[in-house]
């Protein structure tokens, strides 16, 4: 079993910066891609980014690219994500997500946290 705790989120004004955090606990060591989702009010779940155990390989939605960071610190058995340039659309619930020993960053991912609401305000 593996625990996943989001911590970062917050009320931002458009243009903005937030940085993300998610803590990873129990099986860590079998932990290999990680990713950070979303979802806003009325949509559905979406991939915000994802990397892999080494950080090697990262993807991006479309909408973030440019804007937003993903990296992790296996040491501390963290996950991160820096927005910058927050848009009022980027304002949802982040959910940081792991899968078990696949490095695969697409597909479904075995764990996921209790989210974190981001507000950007326009």
């Known amino acids: 079993q593996v625990q996943l705790v989001e911590s970062g989120g917050g009320l931002v004004q458009a243009g903005g910066s937030l940085r993300l955090s998610c803590a990873a606990s129990?099986?860590?060591?079998?932990?290999?891609?990680m990713g950070w989702f979303r979802q806003a009010p009325g949509k559905e779940r979406e991939i915000v980014a994802a990397?892999?155990?080494?950080?090697?390989?990262?993807v991006y939605a479309d909408s973030v690219k440019g804007r937003f960071t993903i990296s992790r610190d296996n040491a501390k058995n963290t996950v991160y994500l820096q927005m910058n340039s927050l848009k009022s659309e980027d304002t949802a619930v982040y959910y940081c997500?792991?899968?078990?020993?696949?490095?695969?960053?697409?597909?479904?991912?075995?764990?996921w946290g209790q989210g974190t609401q981001v507000t950007v305000s326009s």
């Open positions: 129990g099986r860590t060591s079998s932990i290999n891609a």
């Open positions: 997500a792991a899968k078990f020993y696949s490095d695969s960053l697409w597909g479904d991912y075995d764990y």
């Open positions: 990397i892999n155990r080494s950080g090697g390989r990262t």
